[in-house]
């Protein structure tokens, strides 16, 4: 987890850098504000990477000398196949067209979306086929 | 870490019994496995696969392969359009005043083929589909980190495409305003029509599809490695993956939400991206005042980074195919890495370099970034070119294309370093040298490397193989037709030849060069059908391909061709950032490198 966290630390520390330069140089507010933002999203993932780090010490991929047999066992949850990404992809689809078709493709694309984040959950609670 | 069960467990995937030891190695004798011929699924230890079949299969599904696949299978698609789409508008150019096309028409068609490339072929063949396909498997995991986000992200990407397709069926045609929909052009004013509306939410729905796989890669990447798959231990085609998705995390949602004010102005009323009530206070304009070259600060901050989303995954593909092909292990592995995280870095401080003609940023900044930027690239020519130095180089097809990408983005590259230099780019903006350099540099990337890509992966997706003569003739007649396109729109650009006109003046010796890049297009496009051919003939008398019949490197041709599901039934050990090589060459003589190089000194406690 460390050279994942300081990967992620060293992006806000480089964007702090170039957008510190960038501002006074040129008080223009679209390009700091942006700079300012990718800083960000450098320094908090990164120091959540980091604190973890701090906690957990190195895991299995982190040690260049654990063993495969070391990582026997479960190693994550994976949901089996679903209908529901496909539904709130369509129910997507339907409502962005009716943002240029007319509002009345809403009525069709916004209760996909609900049914499928519904079904999304629920699936998750019951389990599935993998 | 304490492998831990999720709160929205399905079912528990259970690591099969990884075998560590070098008396078994039960995969290497397994037979090729085809779709189609024989059991190609669900023996993953034991693991039958049950569930829909046939098209409910494919809408279901949650396996990155499969999502991979579509993926790749779709922007292909795409690029075949957008080919067609730039072969009619070469046609349009071959004579000054050619009526095969209308204004609005070629205006709708060089939209439409830079969309499609860009936003729908480039960029989703990458990380949408060689990287959810590869990825995974090169860092020993069982699938991406969130499958069914994954899945989301393909309809997102097809619908999205579908959508952008729309345009050419509604009243008014496609959207017309570039690829990079300039305000104030695009606003409903001098842009109506429901064309444009539909580009812009294509791209909104894309821009979530590249999110969702943005954050998806950095998942897999950070959680799901083997034991002992450490961070410099993971092939560069992963890292570039890596880098990729955090440059997409930083691009996308800017692109995204730039969509969504600009559709608040076109049908909202909002005055974002127009100058529309604006009232000049002591030569300032107010503080309320919208402001079309915001438009252009927050497209290029995505546009920018965009180009190395385009770049990255391609230079991870011949980094992979280079040191395959000359028997030797990459050269300045971690230099590698960090030259990707350099030009990544660099990237997102440079947007502004396209915008130097507006008097309105600043030049010295954006310049010397912009030209910082040559400096990891080159450590990246310089470490390709010492992988390929005393190798025992194999001139297949894929290792043709990589080699041909090393020329293609090299001149795309030194045309790139020149327009990096403010009196040089205010000379040659907007005209065809500028053209020539992007197709250069693009080329090189998504086409030369990412064919690369597709030559050397195939065995591994489809467990057999591409006929190599075919892939040599597509090389070959492709790489004739690249220069032959491209180095005379360097030359009429720079004889004053401006991008995105339909119609030029007869009398400036234009046309000569015009059409000798017309033939270069045609046998570009020739050397595309020869792939096609080579699909067919791969499909009716299949070639089975093995495991690892290029005796490659990474972790990906240990397991089976096409992988089971689940990918792994067991493990090699992972000791270096080839562990495939090491396990199937145990006796092989090696040069220490890295670690071992260099080992920690004992320290002698003192008496």
Not at chain 2, 182 to 196: D, F, I, K, N, Q
Request: glycine share 10%; proline share 6%.
């Amino acid at each position: 987890m460390k050279i994942e966290a300081l990967f992620l630390l060293f992006l806000g520390v480089f964007f702090g850098v170039v957008g510190i330069v960038y501002w006074f140089w040129s008080y223009e507010d679209g390009g700091g504000m942006m700079l300012l933002g990718t800083s960000l999203l450098g320094f908090l993932p990164g120091s959540y990477y980091w604190f973890w780090h701090r906690r957990m010490g190195h895991r299995l991929e982190d040690r260049d000398d654990a063993s495969i047999a070391e990582g026997a066992g479960v190693i994550n949850s994976f949901p089996g196949s679903s209908i529901w990404p496909f539904v709130l992809g369509m129910g997507a689809f339907l409502t962005v067209l009716a943002l240029v078709f007319g509002m009345w493709l809403i009525f069709l694309g916004v209760p996909l979306i609900l049914t499928a984040l519904t079904g999304v959950t629920v699936e998750s609670r019951r389990g599935g086929h993998v | 870490m304490r492998r831990q069960e999720v709160a929205f467990t399905v079912t528990d995937v259970i690591a099969p019994a990884r075998i560590e030891t070098e008396e078994e190695r039960p995969q290497l004798e397994l037979p090729p496995q085809i779709p189609g011929h024989g059991s190609g699924e669900g023996h993953a230890g034991g693991h039958e696969r049950h569930g829909p079949t046939g098209i409910l299969k494919w809408l279901t599904s949650t396996d990155h392969k499969v999502i991979g696949l579509s993926y790749m299978i779709t922007s292909l698609v795409m690029f075949y359009l957008a080919g067609i789409m730039a072969l009619l508008i070469r046609l349009q150019l071959s004579s000054p005043h050619s009526s095969l096309l209308t204004f609005g028409q070629y205006n709708q068609l060089f939209t439409m083929h830079g969309s499609l490339m860009l936003y729908l072929f480039a960029g989703p063949f990458a990380f949408g589909g060689l990287a959810n396909f590869i990825v995974p498997l090169q860092i020993g995991a069982p699938d991406m980190a969130f499958p069914r986000l994954n899945a989301l992200s393909y309809w997102l990407y097809l619908t999205g495409s579908i959508t952008m397709l729309i345009g050419f069926f509604v009243a008014g045609g496609a959207a017309s305003f570039g690829w990079v929909a300039y305000a104030p052009l695009s606003s409903a004013t001098s842009s109506p029509g429901a064309g444009g509306d539909l580009w812009i939410m294509a791209i909104a729905l894309t821009g979530f599809s590249a999110i969702f796989t943005g954050v998806n890669l950095v998942g897999t990447i950070f959680y799901l490695r083997a034991p002992g798959m450490t961070m410099f231990r993971m092939p560069i085609f992963t890292w570039n993956m890596l880098v990729t998705a955090i440059l997409i995390l930083i691009a996308f949602p800017v692109l995204t939400s730039a969509m969504v004010m600009l559709f608040c102005d076109r049908h909202f009323g909002t005055h974002i991206f127009t100058a529309v009530g604006c009232h000049l206070v002591n030569g300032a304009a107010t503080a309320s005042c919208g402001s079309p070259l915001l438009w252009q600060n927050l497209f290029w901050f995505f546009g920018h980074p965009e180009v190395y989303i385009l770049a990255l995954p391609f230079f991870g593909i011949v980094t992979e195919v280079f040191p395959v092909f000359s028997r030797k292990p990459v050269f300045g592995y971690k230099g590698m890495v960090f030259a990707t995280m350099a030009i990544a870095a660099l990237s997102t401080g440079v947007w502004a370099h396209h915008m130097f003609t507006t008097g309105a940023v600043l030049l010295p900044f954006f310049s010397f970034l912009s030209l910082l930027i040559a400096v990891p690239t080159g450590i990246k020519f310089f470490n390709w070119i010492g992988t390929l130095w005393h190798g025992q180089l194999q001139f297949t097809a894929a290792m043709l294309f990589s080699i041909g990408f090393l020329f293609a983005f090299l001149m795309g590259g030194v045309t790139g370093i020149m327009l990096a230099s403010p009196p040089i780019d205010f000379a040659v903006h907007d005209t065809y040298f500028v053209v020539a350099h992007f197709h250069q540099v693009l080329f090189g990337t998504a086409v030369f490397a990412g064919f690369a890509g597709v030559y050397y992966w195939y065995p591994k997706m489809f467990g057999r193989m591409l006929r190599e003569s075919l892939g040599k003739w597509h090389f070959w007649l492709m790489f004739v037709g690249f220069w032959v396109t491209f180095m005379p729109q360097y030359v009429v650009g720079l004889l004053g030849m401006p991008r995105r006109v339909a119609s030029y003046p007869s009398n400036l010796g234009w046309q000569s060069y015009n059409v000798v890049s017309t033939v270069g297009s045609f046998l570009i496009a020739l050397s595309f059908l020869l792939l096609l051919v080579n699909f067919v003939v791969s499909w009716r008398n299949p070639i089975p391909a093995g495991d690892n019949p290029w005796d490659a490197h990474t972790l990906e041709w240990f397991t089976t061709s096409p992988p089971p599901h689940h990918n792994y039934t067991h493990l090699p050990p992972i000791r270096s950032e080839r562990p495939t090589w090491d396990y199937n060459h145990p006796d092989a003589l090696t040069v220490p490198h890295g670690k071992a190089a260099h080992p920690k000194k004992e320290r002698v406690p003192v008496a």
